[in-house]
């Protein structure tokens, strides 16, 4: 009896430890989705407020930078494409006869190189040297730097000079006109 109940003992305490040894089952699990927004901020300009491009003589050249000018895309475009364009109006010294205008035609645009330049895509200066300054106008917008594709945000900086071909007939005076920068 005694040997049967000693096995008996043995054979639980082996079924206990069987049972410790054996691998645990797992875990139940579960998934999550998680979804998030991507957003735009549109597509930006900014120019300087205000220039003073100095002083010259009636029948001379006046050249002169305006400041910087940036452009920042933060569209998030599948095509990152834009353009940005310039106008001017006239220069006047605010007396109104032919003698007191600079017409937006007798000034030039340069836009120079970009700097700064942040993205993917190609930055194309309207005017990258100054042999290839163009007038400006009142009523055709003048391109003054394009960014092509690309994806995403990008931006890129600029600093354009004018060009002012200061009329033999001009008269003495404070000539003030407004260059108007765009982009689309």
Do not use: K
């Not at 900014?46 to 220039?51: G, N």
């Not at 006046?62 to 109006?89: K, M, N, Y």
């Amino acid at each position: 009896m005694r040997h049967t109940r000693t096995a008996a003992v043995a054979v639980a305490a082996c079924a206990a430890i069987g049972l410790l040894a054996a691998p645990a089952a797992a875990a139940p699990t579960d998934t999550t989705v998680v979804t998030l927004n991507v957003v735009g901020a549109g597509l930006d300009i900014e120019a300087p407020e205000s220039a003073f491009l100095g002083s010259g003589l009636p029948g001379t050249t006046l050249t002169g930078s305006i400041g910087t000018v940036r452009v920042t895309d933060q569209r998030g475009s599948a095509d990152a494409s834009w353009t940005a364009s310039v106008t001017s109006t006239h220069f006047e010294t605010g007396g109104g006869s032919p003698t007191e205008r600079i017409l937006a035609e007798q000034i030039d645009y340069w836009s120079g190189p970009g700097a700064e330049q942040l993205g993917t895509g190609t930055f194309i200066p309207g005017q990258p040297t100054a042999a290839d300054a163009e007038p400006l106008s009142t009523v055709t917008p003048l391109v003054a730097f394009q960014h092509v594709g690309g994806t995403g945000v990008n931006s890129v900086a600029w600093s354009p000079t004018l060009i002012v071909h200061i009329p033999a007939s001009a008269v003495v005076g404070t000539y003030t006109g407004t260059v108007t920068h765009s982009v689309a």
